[in-house]
């Protein structure tokens, strides 16, 4: 089973897939669209992805603030999360995803990548950080043998 994880942005929205045994996250790519509210192409975009890589679970980062609060972005976020699960039918974990893409652009940076280059796979990269926390937490409560929601 995949889980797939998404970083919902105003313009962008960045792609990560787990492998089959959901142990590690991968990029696959950014969907991009011009108008922040132009989300109906970003869905159906994210639906073939879906289809492709054969996902049965959802995992959208939770932009909330530094301090636990919840802002504008949050809003946005839960409606995105409500379209995502009546368009596909599958269930959407959110996932706090405080300074995933500070640490996106970190790890770039120290692989030598230029400014331009982590602008443009920022968002994937976040994805990526997103996923993989969720993985490794699902991974932790397995085995503390506690129950999975």
Request: glycine share 8%; charged share 35%; net charge negative.
């Amino acid at each position: 089973m995949r889980i797939m994880g998404l970083d919902f942005g105003s313009k962008t929205v960045g792609v990560a897939v787990s492998d089959p045994l959901g142990i590690t996250a991968q990029g696959v790519e950014i969907v991009r669209r011009k108008s922040p509210n132009k989300l109906r192409q970003t869905l159906a975009r994210i639906e073939e992805l879906i289809r492709e890589y054969d996902v049965e679970e959802l995992v959208l980062g939770y932009p909330k603030n530094m301090n636990g609060t919840e802002g504008e972005r949050c809003e946005k976020t839960k409606e995105f999360k409500e379209m995502l699960e009546k368009r596909t039918g599958l269930s959407v974990a959110l996932w706090d995803e405080r300074l995933t893409t500070v640490a996106a652009d970190r790890a770039m940076m120290e692989a030598g990548l230029g400014r331009y280059e982590r602008k443009e796979y920022v968002d994937e990269i976040a994805a990526v950080f997103i996923l993989q926390g969720y993985l490794a937490a699902k991974s932790m409560k397995t085995e503390n043998g506690t129950e999975e929601q």
